[in-house]
């Protein structure tokens, strides 16, 4: 399978095709265009295309060939900065918030999986978080989860080469074959009259406020009332919030 300039294959790419798409091809009308195709993007479009929206997804790639294709698809309501971090920086209040996010997206995948009746291997597992031996925050972490709501206890490791190390089991985790998924969740949102569109980079997104244009590079455009940017890395010039070279780019250059 084609994918974005990965030096490393995945499971997932290396086991499924993912629905191809036409590049657009005609200036063209929605609701909301969304940009990126991968989990986040596809997930936003099918929620939207389910509400009655007209969606148009725009993805230089194929669906699923950013980091979604790459990812090892936990489905895991445990952040990775850890709930105790959270209560430092947002407080009690913010972490729980947090956590009920978190929590919530894992319920919303496996309800939308049931009502599309989707075959991507979901499963319900628990998570099993190691610690170093001497590591304190291990205790720090197990309070400040159940703190959050989490259903977490102290475990003894699953892993014979894990053993010397403390360890906090989640419930409530679970796992799937994330291609398989947003495949499915693609021709959803296509059931739907929503409209994708792969190998079609966007090189520009203009803001007039009544509506949005965006632009792509082969110089056709969606103008849209409302655009959602799920790129992972930004796109647009709103905000410099960090200078970052797209891997894909820096690999087309070389
Ligand atoms: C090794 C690894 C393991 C991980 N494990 C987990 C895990 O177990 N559980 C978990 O929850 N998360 C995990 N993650 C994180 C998770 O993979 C990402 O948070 C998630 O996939 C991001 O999805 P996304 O849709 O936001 O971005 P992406 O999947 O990167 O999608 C963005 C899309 O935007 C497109 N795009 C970008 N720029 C443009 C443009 N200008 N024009 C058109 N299209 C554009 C790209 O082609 C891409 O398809 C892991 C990540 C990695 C790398």
Redesign the pocket.
Known sequence: MEI?CAKTLSVWTDTFKVSEFDSLKENMEADVCI????????TCAYLLAAAGKKVIV???????????????????SVIDDRFSRMEKIHGKEGAQIASQSQRAAVYEIEKIIKKENILCDFKKVDGYLFFGADDTLFIDEHEAAMRVGMEVEISNSPLKSFRDHNTLKFSGQAQFH?LKYISALADAIVRMNGKIFTG????SIDDNKENVIIK?RSGFCVNTHDAVI????P?SDYLAIHKAV?I?DLCHRI
């Open positions: 974005d940009v990126g195709a991968g989990i986040s993007g596809i725009l993805d230089d790639g194929i669906i699923g060939g950013g980091e979604t294709g790459n990812t090892t698809a936990h489905i895991t994330v079609t980079f966007v090189n792509t799920a790129t992972n890395s796109v797209r894909q």
